[in-house]
């Protein structure tokens, strides 16, 4: 039996300006970003059009405080709601943890609604679009998980090479289970929306593209769910799901309700946009 491997205890932080600590986790995420942009940029312009390069750039800030309000809401509310109601002003504590994946994707979506009513684009079609490039944040926001080493695995039932003892957590060799998400909501779930986006017959359906999305991380999520611990203060729910698999359900039917919406429309043969 090959020995497992040891958690190489990584530093949070990947280096200092002066007073100002920068850490994996925001640098992920900024990292994100930057390969996100340009990629988005031609995705809005891939026919038919949904929205200029510059609708993009602008479309930015409300992308960033969508996410960080809506996944800092989304865990005091799905995982810590009774420890926020006794400690309410540890809600803006953001530096020690603690978002929502679920709760940035519904910051995201009124992000979305709002900036494409101001900009009278179409909101399906433009959603579309920007969802391609989710996984890149996704699969950069686990390794950070991973570098943390935070959001463990449950321990190995039947041996694998890759089983890891994370010193922190007790002996028992675990599923290193952040970069299974990693690997499925980041890389593997980006590689199925860039196939997908570059079918004209798929981009010409609004909505397909954002429920296809949906519902690929919702199968994402739930599967890499079986191979990492819950929440402490959650645990395990009926049945032996967890909270994380519970919230990919409303995710995944509003993922197939997308779909089946978009191909009961007629398809877009114009440009949504002209600039």
């Known amino acids: 039996m090959t020995q497992p491997l040891i958690f190489p205890g990584l530093d949070p932080v990947a280096f200092h300006l002066g007073p100002l600590v920068v850490r994996w986790y925001a640098l992920a995420y900024i990292t994100a970003f930057l390969i996100a942009l340009p990629i988005a940029r031609k995705l809005v312009q891939l026919g038919p059009k949904v929205a200029s390069r510059t609708a993009v750039d602008d479309f930015l800030v409300y992308a960033v405080l969508g996410v960080l309000v809506g996944g800092r809401l989304g ?131 609004a909505g397909f593209l954002s429920g296809l999305f949906l519902f690929g991380y919702a199968c994402a999520r739930a599967f890499c769910e079986l191979f990492r611990q819950p929440d402490d203060n959650i645990g395990f729910l009926a049945g032996g799901t967890t909270m994380g698999q519970l919230l990919c359900v409303p995710m995944a039917i509003a993922g197939i309700a997308l779909m089946v919406y978009a191909f009961r429309r007629p398809a877009q043969e114009r440009d949504w946009v002209t600039s």
């Open 75 to 205: 865990y005091v509310l799905f995982y810590r709601p009774l420890f926020f109601l006794a400690h309410p002003l540890q809600i803006f504590a953001t530096w020690r943890g603690g978002m929502s994946f679920h709760g940035g994707a519904a910051g995201v979506i009124i992000a979305l609604a709002w900036f494409t009513w101001r900009r009278r684009l179409n909101f399906l079609a433009f959603a579309d679009r920007i969802v391609v490039v989710v996984p890149i944040g996704l699969g950069l926001g686990r390794c950070a998980n991973f570098i943390n080493g935070e959001l463990w695995g449950r321990p190995v039932v039947h041996a694998v090479p890759w089983a890891m003892i994370f010193p922190a957590v007790g002996p028992e060799p675990r599923h290193p289970s952040e970069l299974y998400e990693a690997l499925t909501e980041g890389l593997l779930l980006f590689i199925i929306m860039l196939i997908a986006v570059g079918r004209p017959v798929l981009r010409a359906r």
